[in-house]
């Protein structure tokens, strides 16, 4: 089974230009999150959808920064401007919610952001 | 969320069982344990999670304390490719996210 795919998987980029990761999720979950790690402040929750809607944005720096899940099986981050305080590894996860709780998290293997 | 103290970092023979701690004093009846680890450059990748009972799957146990202020992640039989941060986290039955920590990096010696 594929898992979560996200792309690209590196991006090195220069300060002030647009920046859009992609992610797809597992087929048949109904949850995706968007969580960024950096050295200093670790892995952080931006952002995640359920059914495709976003429930908690609370997580997004600044208005630089959105998120999109037109559908159930693609998901977009954007950042314009970029800076190169965003330089870090975003994480795309999905999941089977229930009602038990946040289910199982899938990861990606992350896209490493390189802002000049 | 109840707030979860691990070790830093923790240091495991070869073939020896890895016992990580976690402290979580302030957890309420209805929160799950959850246990992710996060190989190197790698995505963080589901362990186990319990709520009361002890837990045993193909890759790990938890034990929980019966008071629930604290648990255990146990690797029997530790291999190199253990080597990576472990994240205790607790969550709320009806939660929606997980919230991660700086969790425990486990290193596996030969």
């Known amino acids: 089974d594929a898992g979560v795919i996200q792309s690209p998987r590196h991006e090195v980029t220069e300060m002030g230009q647009e920046v859009t990761l992609r992610c797809k999720p597992i087929s048949g979950h109904n949850s995706l999150f968007w969580y960024r790690q950096t050295m200093m402040r670790g892995l952080e929750l931006l952002i995640y959808f359920n059914n495709n809607v976003p429930i908690d944005d609370s997580g997004m720096p600044e208005d630089r920064f959105s998120a999109k899940m037109p559908n159930a099986s693609f998901s977009t981050l954007k950042i314009q401007p970029s800076e190169p305080r965003d330089s870090a590894v975003y994480f795309c996860?999905?999941?089977?919610?229930?009602?038990?709780?946040?289910?199982?998290?899938?990861f990606g293997e992350g896209s490493r952001l390189t802002v000049l | 969320d109840a707030k979860t103290t691990q070790p830093p970092s923790m240091d495991c023979a070869e073939g020896r069982a890895a016992n990580l701690p976690c402290n979580h004093s302030t957890i309420s009846g209805n929160e799950y344990v959850y246990w992710y680890r996060q190989i190197h450059s790698q995505g963080p990748q589901y362990i186990i999670h319990?709520?009361?009972n002890n837990e045993t799957n193909e890759m790990a146990s938890l034990i929980i304390t019966e008071d629930r202020k604290s648990s255990t992640l146990i690797l029997p039989h530790a291999t190199l490719r253990d080597t990576a941060v472990y994240y205790c986290?607790?969550?709320?039955?009806?939660?929606?996210?997980?919230?991660f920590g700086q969790g425990t990096r486990l290193t596996i010696n030969p």
């Open positions: 986290i607790v969550t709320f039955q009806g939660a929606q996210k997980l919230v």
């Open positions: 996860a999905s999941s089977r919610r229930t009602s038990g709780g946040p289910g199982e998290l899938f």
């Open positions: 319990g709520l009361k």
